[in-house]
């Protein structure tokens, strides 16, 4: 076989990262891998292709003991031999442990799928980039729902004129009135909470957008000075 | 997004040998990644010697980890399918065809699988969605329960010429369409 041959290092490449490449010529071609860095790189990419395709898997529970090999044949977890001292026979009592594995299974187990499933299960997030007229990103907005916060991110620092603010405004849908979120800084991030009110729209909003105001906020409730800033919302 | 921010972090400090990092990079990802060895290797024991092997690599192997290659997880899940399919294939030379179970592949992903979906995963989705049902199918079979091309042949009645097409086909026009 010519393995130069740029069409067939494709084939082998993807057939070997789906795994249909398989006996003697997967031997040989992880062989052929170990000297050809290009050839590396052709598999990688399929590996980036075809990986996510797993992540649709449904979780299922490991048993206990996976964790306790993979540490024993790494090492790990040695100091916590040291804490046998006074209390040796609690902590060598049996049923202690037995009783907190099952405590720390369930925790863990509770842990992982709030952790993997909840924040997408409960509320989609979403991000806003926020650009000047020149389509300059400013600031990265990006909700964090689970808290009622929205969290600006400085991408670009800007200038604030002396006496004045920044005001950042959800725009609803509809063209009814830009609601206020609070003031941003041109040069830190910040956590600005978010009321319900504004929690509520967010789905529907046209965007957000950000307007020079003086010092302290606009004293009206509606934006006073030229918005600078604008960008639409995306749901995550 | 924010969960492969947090895993490439806890690989990061993996790759620095930091073991609390590594212990909690193992409670989020291998009960995941447990699902998939299971999927090709049908039996319990052999899918949880495959996760062991994998996370021992990847304790060896985090400092090889940029993000450029991917996301973390997808990343990981490579190193135990390749453990996993090494193991299968193992098996199988000890035990006949016939022994192995099996079901059918569900290609419809679970409500769960829905939402764990990063943009990555849905736009492969949507990539297989372009092929015909027997293209998709085959090569959903191969990837998940690590079928060969002759597996491929037998199971579904199909010549292996035709199954060799179809995968080689479906595969190029997945990458075509990745790429546009």
């Known amino acids: ?236 | 997004m924010e969960q492969d921010v947090r895993l490439q972090t806890l690989l990061a400090a993996t790759a620095r040998k930091d073991q609390q990092a590594f212990a909690r990079l193992y409670d989020l990802t291998s009960a995941n990644l447990f699902a998939a060895a299971l999927r090709i290797l049908k039996k319990d024991a052999a899918a949880q010697d495959a996760l062991q092997d994998a996370f021992v690599q990847i304790w060896h192997r985090a400092v090889d980890f940029n993000s450029s290659k991917g996301s973390p997880m997808a990343w990981m899940a490579t190193i135990v399918r390749y453990r996993a399919l090494d193991i299968l294939r193992k098996q199988k030379k000890l035990q006949p065809m016939d022994d192995i179970d099996l079901s059918l592949v569900d290609t419809e992903l679970g409500p769960m699988g829905k939402l764990l979906e990063s943009d990555m995963a849905r736009l492969i989705w949507e990539c297989l969605q372009e092929l015909n049902d027997k293209q998709r199918n085959t090569i959903l079979l191969a990837f998940y329960e690590g079928l060969t091309h002759d597996e491929l042949s037998e199971r579904t009645t199909t010549p292996l010429g035709t199954i060799k097409t179809w995968i080689r086909r479906g595969l190029q026009s997945v990458k075509g369409c990745l790429e546009r």
Do not use: C
Not at chain 1, 12 to 33: N, S
């Open chain 1, 1 to 236: 076989m010519n393995y130069q041959d740029h069409e067939l290092r494709q084939a082998l490449a993807a057939e070997y990262v789906l795994g249909t490449l398989h006996g003697r010529a997967r031997q040989r071609f992880e062989r052929l891998l170990e000297q050809d860095a290009r050839l590396r790189q052709v598999v990688s990419s399929w590996e980036q292709k075809l990986g996510p395709l797993n992540e649709g898997l449904k979780p299922v529970e490991v048993p206990e003991e996976v964790w306790n090999k993979v540490q024993k044949r790494l090492g790990h977890g040695q100091d916590q031999k040291l804490k046998v001292g006074l209390f040796t026979s609690i902590w060598n009592s049996l049923l202690l442990w037995r009783s907190l594995t099952v405590v720390a299974t369930l925790v863990l187990a509770f842990a992982v799928y709030l952790n993997l499933f909840a924040p997408k299960l409960v509320v989609n997030q979403y991000i806003a980039v926020i650009q000047d007229s020149q389509q300059q990103a400013s600031w990265l907005a990006k909700t964090d729902l689970n808290n009622n916060q929205i969290v600006i991110h400085v991408l670009n620092e800007q200038t604030l004129p002396l006496g004045k603010a920044f005001e950042l405004w959800m725009l609803p849908d509809g063209g009814s009135a830009p609601i206020s979120m609070g003031l941003i800084s041109p040069s830190d991030n910040k956590t600005l909470i978010l009321s319900q009110a504004i929690v509520t729209k967010l789905a529907n909003a046209k965007g957000l957008a950000v307007s020079l105001e003086p010092d302290g906020g606009s004293p009206t409730g509606a934006p006073t000075g030229p918005v600078l800033y604008s960008g639409g919302l995306q749901s995550l």
